[in-house]
């Protein structure tokens, strides 16, 4: 099977673009989506493709334009909407919380939302408290909603299609920092099932569930301590909801020790809910120390990139994590 | 836009009738189950306000859609909703028209156009936005109701709908019960024209002002705006002026309003105005109104027996309908 190169943005682009020409139901909507290419370059072109008709500028309203998706997918069509930033995502909150996940469950399950809401998260821009933020955890707390956040390009395209043809409400969380990383792509079509979690690392001394961007990190952190004779499995969740918890508890018995890595604030994040699930499996007999939780102190994001970056999980953090598990 | 009032038509007049009473005798049976402790939950009646729901769903046509409010038995009465599975919601019944899951505030069935009545005010017009430009793209004659009181048109999902429906064209009917009442407070403490059209006025969008307690006003408006959104004119808006008779919930002690005022609106009840005017006009004989007065009682006490004789859901069915396959 060939492969060839691209980024992490085109790779987004051209799961939407095969979607598109496969299923004219599918669209895209969003600010500044069009000849402005989406604030991250991701739609670049593909208004010359597909046309303003389908590649469809929004005003500035959220909640408007959301709510449309949903509606839109109520009545049978495939929307896949943007919103530029996910901190954003407050703007039109009764949409993703109240509307979009609770339809199906409350309607007694004559009513589908298969919307894709895509949107850039994380920080390491520079761009403050409301342009940074990774709110995921807030997402997984509504039933309903499906929760992904791919770490590379081959990852970003398998599952953005399937999200796209999941009958569900999918919220797409991609990664600031990744969209101009470059990686291998086979050049066959494939997808990736939601929910099942990828081993980026194999290893048998300590085991780091982590997601998005804190992928990179870890392995990296792996690969200097592997110079020191450890063996970290890096185990990357993809799909936040549903979460694979067997791939997690399998690998802790394996390797009787767990940290989880996250790149949002450590209380209330996924964290814990992960650190939660070790606990209440078999997996926890197995521990020989504390599991351990990285993630970015419970501060806004600040500005200053001295600051911005001593709250952030990164490879040294994480290194360091590693050999304190398991000294 | 004028408009025109042709002269009564008989069936018209007996299914708006029908379409009022199953509604109203369907809410008082609500009212009295649930004083009896036997409807779990709360409920908002909309009893009063069945002109407006009978004369806009009367005048659509069956593929149409809408979006009832939380205050919405009457609308999606009114469009055709089987009362016996609505009634059977309401009582919490595995059987029920969302199978027990979603109770007063959120009875749909999209099989007969009811998209879903919402407990949040105002998602409801951006969601019709949504399924309107469905519609529009599959060049289908559908038109998307989206129903919303005063009180909504104070929240900002309402303007952003509107500017979008205006901007990309598409073929909404705004229908605005205006009762007065965002819960307690009156419309005139919250806005300070409280003309709802002219909040439409800015987004070029044609507006109009009615006696939503006329069931025929609101009948023939409703045919003419359907008319010109069916046509591809873009979105429309009418404001149906009327009065929640019932309270707003199970709490309410009617402390902000006194008997007086609500017995002054009892006066103009659209279902006591209709039945006049059909004697008044020769359209209709007493007999003839005391047959849907029958016909519409017995519907309801069936609806009644089919509800209180349906199953609860079992436990293990809360687990069903959170996701799609």
Known sequence: ?327 | MATKKSAIDKNIAIELLRKMLTSRKFEEKVQYYFSLGMIHGTTHLSIGEEGTAAGTCGALEPQDQIYATHRGHSQAVCKGIDVYKMMAEIFARANGVCKGKGGSMHIADKDRGVLGANGILGPSLALACGVAFAHKKRKEDIVTVAFFGDGASNEGVFHESLNLASVWNLPVLFICTNNTYGMSTHITKVMKDTDIANRAKPYMIPAKTIDGNDVWEVYNTIKEARKYVAEGNGPMMIVENTYRISGHSKSDGNLYRTKEEIASWKEKCPIKRWKEKLIENGVCTQEEIDAVEKETTDLIEGAVKFALDSPYPKLEDVYNDVYAD
């Open chain 1, 1 to 327: 099977m060939g492969k060839i190169e691209m980024t992490y943005a085109n790779a987004i682009k051209e799961a939407i673009s095969e979607e598109m020409r496969r299923d004219q139901n599918v669209y895209m909507l969003g600010e500044d989506i069009g000849v402005y290419r989406g604030a991250f370059g991701v739609s670049g072109g593909m208004i010359d493709e597909f046309g303003p008709e389908r590649i469809i500028d929004t005003p500035i309203s959220e909640t408007a334009f959301v709510g449309c998706a949903i509606g839109s997918a109520v009545a049978g069509m495939r929307p896949v909407v943007e919103i530029m930033f996910s901190d954003f995502m407050a703007v039109c909150w009764d949409m993703i919380i109240n509307q979009a996940p609770k339809m199906r469950y409350m309607f007694g399950g004559k009513v589908s939302v298969p919307m894709v809401l895509r949107t850039a998260s994380g920080g390491g821009t520079g761009a403050a408290a409301q342009h940074s933020q990774s709110l995921e955890a807030m997402l997984c707390h509504v039933p309903g909603l499906k929760v992904v956040i791919p770490s590379t390009p081959y990852d970003a395209k398998g599952l953005l299609k399937s999200a796209i043809r999941d009958n569900n409400p999918v919220m797409f969380l991609e990664q600031k920092l990744l969209y101009r990383t470059k990686g291998m792509v086979p050049e066959e079509e494939y997808t990736i099932p939601l929910g099942v979690a990828d081993m980026k690392r194999e290893g048998k001394d300590c085991t780091i569930v982590t997601y998005g961007r804190m992928v990179h990190m870890c392995l990296a952190a792996a690969e200097a301590v592997s110079k020191e004779g450890i063996q970290t499995e890096v185990i990357d969740l993809r799909t936040l909801l549903p979460m694979d918890k067997p791939s997690i508890i399998e690998s802790v018995k394996k390797t009787k020790h767990l940290i989880v890595v996250h790149e949002a604030v450590k209380t209330g994040g996924l964290g814990g809910e992960i650190a939660a699930s070790i606990a209440e499996s078999e997996a926890f007999n197995y521990l020989d120390a504390p599991i351990k939780r990285l993630a970015s102190e419970d501060v806004p994001v600040p500005f200053c990139p001295i600051l911005e970056k001593g709250v952030l999980p990164d490879e040294i953090k994480i290194a360091q994590a590693i050999r304190d598990v398991l000294a």
